[in-house]
């Protein structure tokens, strides 16, 4: 089923301008007695879901910050948002830069109302930060391709209805060509999706196998062995996503879910809102040239459990925390810095994996002290809401599944979206100008290249 794509060019000429018009158009169109799907179709099609696409091809064509600004407007009118998930943040926008128009119409009108979930078929058991290593083949059968290999850390693909797959298609190519990009149906008998537990208690993560899967030649995005281009599409975006907090790949499995099988489309859309926040009347100039209110940072979270048990005495969690406040802010100051330049047409070398490596040194920061804060309490983490209630009535501690739950995700930021060491030697490599690492050379054939095992 196909959206009808918004064909007008909006013009934008202040991000106020277009915060005036979505208000009205939110006072006009939401009804929380829709269903999910019902309002998801309102919000996609009229290039509110993915305001950073091209006009004409579902979006507004706007820069990534106003687009937040947009986000955080239909939250605070008490909304429910875009629908979420790596179709919106990576597969909607790859397509929509490297895609036809007729894949366009096919696949990002699913994406943007929510009628279709996508995951991301990149990584395999021998090819993670060395992706263009990976072995998946497809093989050419008349208007159709054969998949056979295997997908790990499959983000979702549990409820995914596509997927962005990538596969080789001429191993005689040096490794980064001959792979090319596909967009595949999961529902399919060659795909079998198995849940992977991990120590959060959730299952978010997959492995995945595909046994003669088939995609057609049509659903190619990008040309035929030039998928590793369109593969650093997507991972530019899905580092962008990143930075400006749009990680959707960690965030669990709660909320209204898109796509058929998260089961959510025909449900009450007001029963996955909360009431809107109380709003004071503001104009548009006001909301978009003021900073916007911060909440509570997590420094802030652990100061205030650490008053509550008498650790702020101690001086080298003081020391620790004036450590976690420095970096959020020197994080929110680069953010800003960026924004600036990027106005003016120029760039910070190497900004978001900066960004991202001090992501990592945050979490990993919060971690250790939330766990030095609250102590031998650390060892106490619910999987299940009623064990949960009896933690918070034992240790009389709401926050503490704050902590602990902080503690087990820790280990996954600074792996996902290129692992610290992968973002040190793109710096050290693009940034600074050392020399590269040293490998085979690089026209040498994939399928000459020494292998593992
Ligand atoms: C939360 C989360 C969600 C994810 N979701 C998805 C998803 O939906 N789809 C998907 O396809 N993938 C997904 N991934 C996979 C992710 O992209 C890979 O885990 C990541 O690229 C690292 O690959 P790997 O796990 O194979 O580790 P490896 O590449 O095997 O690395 C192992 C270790 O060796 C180091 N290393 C490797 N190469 C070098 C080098 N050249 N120089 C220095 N050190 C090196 C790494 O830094 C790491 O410490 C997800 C991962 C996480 C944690």
Request: one cysteine or more; charged letters at 20%; glycine letters at 14%.
């Amino acid at each position: 089923m196909q959206g009808t794509p918004v064909t007008d060019t909006i013009e934008t000429t202040t991000s106020g301008d277009i915060i005036t018009e979505l208000r009205d158009w939110l006072s006009d169109n939401w009804d929380p007695e829709l269903t999910v799907g019902q309002w998801w179709e309102r919000l996609g099609n009229d290039g509110w879901a993915a305001p950073t696409l091209p006009a004409g091809r579902y979006g507004r064509g706007v820069e990534r910050a106003v687009a937040v600004q947009i986000s955080k407007e239909v939250a605070a009118f008490g909304a429910l948002g875009a629908p979420g998930g790596l179709g919106l943040l990576l597969a909607a926008p790859t397509i929509s830069d490297c895609g036809t128009p007729e894949q366009v119409d096919e696949y990002v009108g699913d994406i943007v109302t929510g009628r279709k979930a996508w995951c991301q078929l990149f990584s395999e058991p021998g090819a993670g930060s060395d992706l263009a290593g990976l072995s998946t083949r497809a093989v050419r059968d008349g208007d159709e391709w054969i998949i056979n290999g295997q997908k790990v850390w499959t983000s979702l693909g549990q409820i995914a209805d596509m997927a962005m797959l990538l596969a080789r298609t001429d191993p005689d190519q040096p490794k980064h060509s001959g792979i090319s990009y596909f967009a595949i149906d999961m529902h399919q008998p060659g795909i079998e999706v198995r849940p992977l537990r991990e120590m959060t208690g959730h299952a978010m993560f997959n492995e995945t196998f595909l046994t003669d899967a088939r995609v057609g030649n049509d659903a190619i995005i990008g040309d035929l062995n030039k998928g590793w281009t369109v593969a650093n599409v997507t991972l530019g975006h899905e580092r962008a996503g990143l930075g400006a907090g749009g990680g959707d790949a960690g965030g669990g499995l709660s909320g209204a879910r898109p796509g058929t099988l998260a089961g959510c489309l025909d449900k009450r859309v007001g029963d996955f809102v909360s009431a809107p926040k109380a709003r004071t009347a503001t104009t548009s100039a006001e909301t978009t040239d003021k900073p916007a209110k911060r909440r509570g940072s997590n420094a802030e979270m652990l100061a205030g459990l650490a008053r509550g048990n008498g650790k702020i005495d101690d001086p080298v969690i003081r020391q620790r925390l004036a450590q976690l406040h420095t970096l959020g802010e020197i994080g929110r100051y680069n953010a800003e810095r960026s924004k600036a330049l990027r106005a003016q047409g120029k760039n910070v070398p190497g900004i978001g994996n900066i960004a991202k490596l001090s992501m990592s040194n945050i979490v990993r920061l919060q971690r250790d002290l939330g766990l030095e804060i609250v102590g031998a309490q650390g060892m106490l983490h619910a999987y299940e809401p009623e064990d949960q209630e009896a933690i918070n009535e034992a240790t009389g501690n709401p926050f503490l599944a704050g902590v602990t739950g902080i503690a087990l995700y820790a280990q996954a930021p600074p792996i996902y979206g290129g692992t610290d060491q992968i973002q040190r030697n793109i710096i050290s490599e693009r940034v600074l100008g050392l020399p590269r690492e040293q490998g085979p050379a690089k026209d040498t054939p994939f399928s000459q290249l020494p292998k593992n095992g």
